[in-house]
């Protein structure tokens, strides 16, 4: 079941903070954070794994709600660097393969 | 350390030839996943392989699309004959440990490769 990521697009002014969710309709075991530049690979953020920890990343950190079945990625103080596509991956359980949502599209301009 | 690298970056073929996609995870990676990418889409596994065993490969189109992982390092995905939504990047990824299972261990993605098919 692929996670749904709101919003689809975001622009920003250098500064400004952002807040990127996931949803599951299947329980979630975890949750991966992606970042991927045009004609780039995706690069890795962070993982959460069940547990509702919450992870930080420099200015970018990550919370995980079991119950609700979500994920939310902050971005506080946008830096151009930060423009990309963000995607989540997530899976029910250890064993099974990420599903990966269709992606938030952020854009960070002066 | 070196990340995982593929080749080629490019390619044009036209619908019904073949083409070949190779992969070298990071150095002591057990794990190895081959996605398809879609233009404005995530990536999508096609198959895993843990050593160079296949633990998943429920969405290969298996009447097509192969891929084999000898000696448990380096990997070849290939696509015979190719079709027109076949445009994508393919993707190549690895983990280090696999015993934890793809969605517990962080996975690591390649620069990929552009296919295009006309």
């Known amino acids: 079941q692929q996670p749904v990521q709101s919003p689809q697009a975001v622009i920003l002014r250098e500064g400004e903070d952002a807040v990127i969710n996931c949803s599951s309709s299947k329980a979630l075991y975890s949750v991966h954070w992606y970042r991927q530049k045009h004609g780039e690979a995706p690069v890795f953020l962070m993982i959460?794994?069940?547990?509702?920890e919450q992870k930080g990343h420099e200015k970018i950190s990550a919370s995980f709600n079991e119950k609700k079945q979500q994920s939310s990625l902050y971005l506080t103080a946008s830096q151009l660097s930060y423009s990309g596509t963000y995607f989540c991956?997530?899976?029910?359980?250890?064993?099974?393969?990420?599903?990966f949502g269709k992606g938030t599209r952020l854009s960070v301009i002066a | 350390e070196a990340g995982v690298a593929q080749s080629p970056r490019y390619k044009i073929i036209e619908k019904r030839q073949s083409v070949a996609f190779w992969c070298n995870p990071i150095s002591g990676h057990a794990t190895l996943y081959w996605y398809q990418q879609i233009l404005g889409q995530g990536p999508k596994l096609l198959i895993q392989f843990q050593n160079n065993g296949v633990v998943d490969d429920s969405q290969l189109p298996k009447d097509r699309f192969s891929a084999e992982r000898l000696k448990g390092v380096d990997s070849t995905l290939k696509i015979q004959p190719a079709k027109l939504e076949d445009s994508a990047v393919y993707l190549c990824?690895?983990?280090?440990?696999?015993?934890?299972?793809?969605?517990?261990?962080?996975?690591?993605f390649g620069p990929g490769t552009r296919l295009t098919v006309l």
């Open positions: 991956g997530t899976g029910p359980s250890g064993n099974t393969p990420l599903v």
């Open positions: 990824a690895s983990s280090l440990y696999g015993g934890l299972g793809p969605s517990a261990d962080t996975q690591y």
């Open positions: 959460l794994l069940k547990g509702g």
